[in-house]
């Protein structure tokens, strides 16, 4: 009887209980929206993140990939705000932008590095990397680490590569084979010394444009050609303006991630775990996404457009390669020998068929 008494109380007073608080599985538990006057509750954060290139490029869709992942990892603490196709900051002024701490995050060509850190001229060298995995041992090996160690002490923090494809040349006046087609053109380059050195030793001509500059340069044929990944010249139409394309394959064109230091130090350490587990999850999906991306916009050029798409002979290619030959002479008296050595080491992994 007593016991009978003992569960009719508790039931009694289930009964009640669900009728004052109200039956709500769900609400019971939903988390708490975040709420301005509890401090602590949830600190969210925002890192503004700049980049040149258009949305549908390996580095656009890193961009967005990166932010989902620290979106996810950090339950929403950390927030990505993309502004691309060089909305907020171009090509001149990203780099002052994030050491100034005007945006938290870009992530430039590494062509754009090497203009300050003459190291980074050793991924711009012509034919350097023979394929995808030549490129890769190289950002993730010795010669990545090295360069995003050069970054230090600059209030920036060099986190990672990113990958986009090899350049090609593109151009409005003839179809090119070999370097003597090059001779007198004018070519629209991103800053960097190999850049430059690489157009001098074909006897061609450059100005240093901005690279969402690029089109209305073509366009009014200020500039002759450009070089530049397949997805850069879909995504950016400069295929509409360029009548030959050249599959040359000359020179990769990758980024370097990097995230302002300040606003790095002010991360928690489970924050800065975060991060970097979702920049590692990042780098892995663009490197196995790039090289797709860049072939279905080459399919996508082919299909939209009448422009000649050329691809070199290995003849015709071997004389690239003795044309080249300078730009190594030059580029030695700026990289340092270890980073040569290693990129030997490299490409006698990898070496040409
Ligand atoms: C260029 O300026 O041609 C490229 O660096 C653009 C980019 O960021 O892919």
Redesign the pocket.
Known sequence: MKTVTIITSFIVAGILTAFFLGFNPVESTRTLEYDDEQEGLKEQMVIRFS???AEN?P?GMAARYFAKRIQAKTDNEIQVEIYSNGELYQ?QNEWEAVTNGNVEMIA??T??VSTRFPDWQVLDLPYAFQGYSAVQEAYEGKIGQTLLEDLRGTNVKGLDFWY?GFKQFTNNKLPIHTPADMNKLHFRV?PGPVIKAQFQALNASTSELS?NK?YRNLEVGFVDGQE??IS?IYSKKFYKKQAYMTLSNHAY?G?AVIINEDFWDSLSETHQHSLTEAMEETTDWVRRHSIEINDSHIRKIKRSSDMEVDVLTKQEEKKWREAFKPVYLKAEQDISKDLLKELERIQSNYSPQ
């Open positions: 980049h040149v290139a490029t580095k090509d430039p060509a062509t754009k986009n991103m690279f690029t530049n990944t850069n064109l980024y």
